[in-house]
Nanobody, 124 residues
C-alpha cells in the first residue's frame, strides 16, 4: 500500500511558477509509474503528466506541453511537477497518482493510489 502526499501548491500570479512535490511512502516507489492529474471546480479530473519508473518516458497533456515538467527522484521517493508560465486555466486541485501497471497511461482509472491533492490558484 502506497501513501502519497502532495505539497507545494499555493497562489501565484499569471506567468509565475510553482513546483509541486509528491512524497511516497509504504512501498517501493521506484516500481510504480507516477502521474499528476488536476481537477478544476465543476470539472472532471484530467491528466497532466506521467513518468515511467526510470524517468525515460514523460507524456504530457497538450495544454501543459512546454510549460510543465515532471521528474522523479526514486532515492527520495518523490515525484515533482515544475510548472512555469502559469495561466488562470491552470487553477485546480493537483493530485499525485501511482500505478503498478506495466504501461504508462493518461486514463484516470489506470492509477491505483492517489494523494489528497494540493490547491493551485493562478490569479490574473
Amino acid at each position: 500500500q502506497v501513501q502519497l502526499v502532495e505539497s507545494g501548491g499555493g497562489l501565484v500570479q499569471v506567468g509565475g511558477s510553482l513546483r509541486l512535490s509528491c512524497a511516497a511512502s509504504g512501498g517501493t516507489f521506484s516500481t510504480y509509474i507516477a502521474a499528476w492529474f488536476r481537477q478544476a471546480p465543476g470539472k472532471e479530473r484530467d491528466f497532466v503528466a506521467a513518468i515511467t519508473r526510470n524517468g525515460g518516458t514523460t507524456p504530457y497533456a497538450d495544454s501543459v506541453k512546454g510549460r510543465f515538467t515532471i521528474s522523479r527522484d526514486n532515492a527520495k521517493n518523490t515525484v515533482y511537477l515544475q510548472m512555469n508560465s502559469l495561466k488562470p486555466e491552470d487553477t485546480a486541485i493537483y493530485y499525485c497518482a501511482a500505478s503498478a501497471s506495466q504501461w504508462v497511461t493518461a486514463w484516470r482509472r489506470g492509477y491505483d493510489y492517489w494523494g489528497q491533492g494540493t490547491q493551485v490558484t493562478v490569479s490574473s
